[in-house]
């Protein structure tokens, strides 16, 4: 081909691809004291009649989840069925232990993340696991700090993946929540 024709095809490829309709994806981050005040949130979420967004939820054991103050695989599934019923799925969902935040657990799409095995420990459980992961999601450093410390108060965390267009209009409803 000559140099004409590359150019052609280029500048058609450019065209191409400026029409296509790339949405842009945002992540909400709310931390809720209480688990009643959460599932209201998430039943806000599920009750609107857009596209299903992405939920996850990443708490820490002993938020009225754990009365008995140890861990075993029982409490784990009931935790795991628990957490289906109220997104209404079937959702990825582990506990991994984090030395400054203690036993942590993790529901929802973003589960596959905090779960990803390095050297044989979930990435989550790393030090800066949760931190890293949060950010890299692009959540500003200013915020990321602000919810880790609620997550370290007990505070249960709710993260929502969907457009732009579509977390401001959740945004605007977990607002009037409160």
């Known amino acids: 081909m000559d140099e004409y024709t590359n150019l052609a095809i280029s500048s058609f490829l450019c065209q191409m691809n400026t029409r296509v309709n790339k949405a842009v994806y945002n992540f909400i981050l709310r ?21 299903r967004p992405q939920i996850s939820v990443l708490g820490k054991l002993g938020n009225n989840l754990d009365a008995k103050g140890n861990w075993d695989f029982d409490q784990e599934s009931e935790l795991n069925a628990y957490w289906n019923k109220v997104l209404k799925e ?3 969902f582990g506990v991994f232990p984090h030395t400054e ?44 700090n602000f919810y880790l410390k609620a997550l370290k108060k007990g505070h249960l965390l709710l993260l929502v993946r969907h457009t732009f267009q579509q977390t401001q209009l959740i945004e605007e409803k977990l607002e009037k929540l409160g």
């Open 90 to 92: 079937k959702v990825n």
């Open 101 to 144: 935040f203690g036993s942590l657990f993790i529901a929802g799409a973003l589960a596959s993340q905090f779960l990803f095995d390095i050297s044989g420990r979930p990435l989550g459980s790393m030090s800066a696991g949760p931190y890293g992961i949060l950010r890299g999601l692009g959540i500003t450093e200013d915020k990321v």
């Open 31 to 51: 931390d809720y004291e209480h688990l009643k005040m959460l599932r209201k949130a998430i039943e806000i979420i599920l009750d609107e009649d857009i596209e």
